[in-house]
């Protein structure tokens, strides 16, 4: 006897006939039909959810029995019909195909900057939850925990704990300092460690085109850095100089680079121009080359184009990172 052979002796165990298979389940290969739990429901159809499972997904037979799943008979996700796939009910309610909510929980984020929109449910948005899901999603909540308190202790550091946009009744963030330090600052996956990493405020991120992976390094991996490491608050607070000129940096954009106020203000006069165009040490902002040969920094550095660190943030007490 064959594998199929077996699979429907097995399935008939369960006292589902071969016949409500070929009505109920017709879009169904029997390779694919087996590959889901198979145990009959109430109204006595075979259910449709992953084998896995303690309880049963509802039946998602057309016109079965009336329910708020069924929609148009298709996936949302993919919008495939519900019996092309095996589905699964998350913890809110809502079904899918069991291969469409893994697949986008392996996935991840879409584009260079962390954003964990996609851990949540595609109709409702609450938080994904289901108990088969469980080991990817520890894995996702646990990058979630570690980015959430880097942006909450940046914020605090920043003085914008109490800002307006988290005590304002009206404002968007009311009452949500982790929503607020979330959007305002952006935060990349080193591809040297993998792990996470301040790369500058999140407006920056949506006004320049994507940065190749290769090139998102944190400053712990960074060449950079190297011998630069604060003994006492790591690599998260360095102190950069503009790469565009001789200032400390104030922001960091993209996840690769360093401005000053005035650079950061008219990135598009510098960032990108070939090193051969731009200004060299004493460099002022915005391109403009400076009088003399003493460096406002007052330190030798390499010439401007490159990344360059000053010093520790904290340590120096300064809000220049």
Not at 17 to 29: E, L, M, N, Q, V
Not at 60 to 71: I, S
Not at 136 to 151: E, F, G, P, V
Not at 217 to 235: E, F, L, W
Request: net charge negative; aromatic share 10%; proline share 8%.
């Amino acid at each position: 006897m064959d594998i199929i052979s077996q699979s429907c002796q097995h399935h008939l165990s369960y006292g589902v006939s071969t016949s409500t298979i070929g009505k109920s389940y017709g879009h169904w290969t029997f390779q694919e039909f087996f590959q889901t739990c198979r145990r009959p429901l109430p109204c006595g159809h075979p259910c449709g959810g992953i084998p896995s499972e303690n309880s049963c997904a509802p039946c998602l037979v057309e016109g079965c029995q009336p329910h708020p799943y069924y929609g148009d008979g298709c996936c949302p996700v993919c919008a495939d019909p519900w019996a092309s796939n095996a589905v699964i009910q998350l913890d809110c309610g809502h079904i899918f195909h069991h291969t469409c909510i893994k697949q986008m929980l392996q996935n991840r984020w879409h584009g260079s900057r962390i954003t964990f929109g996609f851990m949540t449910c595609p109709l409702c948005k609450s938080s994904i939850s289901h108990p088969d899901l469980y080991e990817i999603m520890s894995q996702l909540i646990h990058l979630y925990d570690q980015i959430k308190s880097k942006a909450l202790t940046r914020l605090q550091h920043d003085g914008l704990f109490n800002s307006s946009d988290v005590t304002d009744p009206s404002g968007k963030y009311f009452q949500d300092p982790t929503g607020f330090a979330m959007d305002r600052y952006a935060y990349y996956m080193c591809s040297k460690c993998q792990q996470p990493y301040f790369g500058g405020e999140g407006r920056c991120q949506e006004s320049v085109e994507e940065v190749d992976p290769s090139d998102l390094v944190c400053p712990q991996c960074s060449d950079t850095t190297k011998n630069k490491i604060c003994s006492i608050h790591g690599a998260e607070y360095v102190l950069y100089k503009c790469r565009y000129c001789c200032s400390p940096a104030l922001f960091h954009c993209f996840g690769t680079t360093h401005f000053c106020d005035p650079c950061h203000s008219n990135h598009t006069a510098v960032h990108g121009k070939p090193a051969s165009s731009l200004p060299k040490c004493p460099a002022g902002p915005c391109g403009k080359q400076l009088p003399g040969s003493v460096c406002p920094l007052g330190m030798d550095h390499p010439p401007t184009g490159e990344e360059f660190v000053i010093g520790c943030a904290m340590c120096i007490n300064t809000h220049s990172f």
